[in-house]
């Protein structure tokens, strides 16, 4: 794969996504006005896939400091790939496009370049974004996700969104999808958790069968936040061996993790807060592993989550139960 000179991937769709992408979710205790912030430093180090959410509760200042690089001239608004998602309390077919244009609304933009199923767990409607019982689980809408396809599939026909995709889904949930009668359009990409620590062989193998792209998040490892993580995990950038690796090519772990995910055909999103590793997280075209230490990576996957969603757990489509 010559990744020196193709930085986009084609979608199914005829469409283009950088393979390098910005990740803008901000931790919970953090002010919104660090995605504000970072968000510009991103576009001035050279990001153009930013990829954002509606669960991230960021979108305004996201779009703020995407309007202030295009007014600034740094970049147009085609250059710039910008991913949103459909949170899991909007999947009534009569909410999808309502949501989505409060969305455009809130970003000041006429459309995205690529909107997502976030998750394949409907829940119920309402202004929180985590409805939830007093066991502390997520209280559940039932919600035929081919019809939220359907629904999703009519805002690319409305010109709201270029692309459509998923994320978190697992194969089973993947093939309902793609096995629905009167598919219109299929997903493009499947965003999921992917890293060295959980490399998705075995759904990226399926993906690519597809023609469908893996977006890979939580590619640095994690944030310790066990409302949505699994803290037990030792800290990804800490292994000997991604350590030793990337002494030997004088990079750090993170742009190995990068690197290793590049070669292997995935979109890798690289979320930071600090304008020195921003910059870092880009310099990855200009190496290369070699297939030796392409192995000893695969050889440090534990098949574990930093992202495992306890939240969930007790979920009817909670995806994270079937191997992949």
């Known amino acids: 794969m010559d990744l020196k000179h193709s930085r986009s991937v084609k979608l199914n769709d005829g469409h283009f996504m950088p393979r390098l992408g910005f990740g803008t979710i901000v931790p919970r205790d953090a002010p ?54 459909l949170w899991a309390t909007c999947f009534r077919p009569e909410l999808v496009r309502p949501t989505l244009e409060r969305q455009l ?38 919600v035929d996700l081919r ?18 995709g998923v994320s978190n889904f697992n194969r089973k949930q993947l093939e309902m999808i793609l096995n629905k009668p009167g598919l219109k359009y299929k997903p493009t990409c499947n965003q999921v958790e992917c890293h060295p620590y959980f490399n998705q062989s075995k759904l990226l193998e399926y993906c690519k069968s597809k023609d469908i792209i893996l977006v890979a998040y939580g590619v640095l490892g994690s944030p310790r936040d066990p409302m949505w993580n699994n803290v037990s995990i030792p800290p990804l950038l800490e292994d000997p061996v991604l350590n030793a690796i990337a002494k030997k090519h004088n990079r750090t772990p993170g742009q190995v993790s990068l690197r290793y995910l590049l070669q292997r055909g995935v979109v890798a999103l690289a979320k930071s807060f600090n304008e020195k590793r921003i910059k870092e997280n880009l310099q990855v075209f200009d190496f290369e592993l070699t297939a030796e230490d392409m192995k000893e990576l695969d050889g440090i996957n534990k098949n574990v989550r930093y992202y495992d969603m306890p939240f969930a757990r007790n979920h009817p489509n909670y995806p994270f139960l079937e191997e992949y």
């Open 32 to 85: 919104k006005s660090k995605a504000f912030e970072f968000t510009k430093v991103a576009i001035e180090a050279g990001f153009r896939h930013i990829d954002a959410a509606f669960a991230y509760e960021n979108e305004k200042e996201v779009g703020a400091a995407i309007r202030e690089k295009i007014a600034d001239g740094t970049v147009k608004r085609e250059d710039i790939f910008y991913t949103t998602k």
């Open 105 to 142: 609304k809130q970003l000041q933009m006429d459309y995205v370049d690529l909107f997502l199923v976030h998750l394949p767990t409907p829940m119920k409607p309402g202004d929180a974004i985590l409805p939830m019982d007093d066991k502390g689980q997520v209280i559940a809408d039932t």
């Open 147 to 164: 019809d939220t396809w359907e629904a999703v599939e009519k805002c690319k026909d409305a010109g709201l969104t270029k692309s459509i």
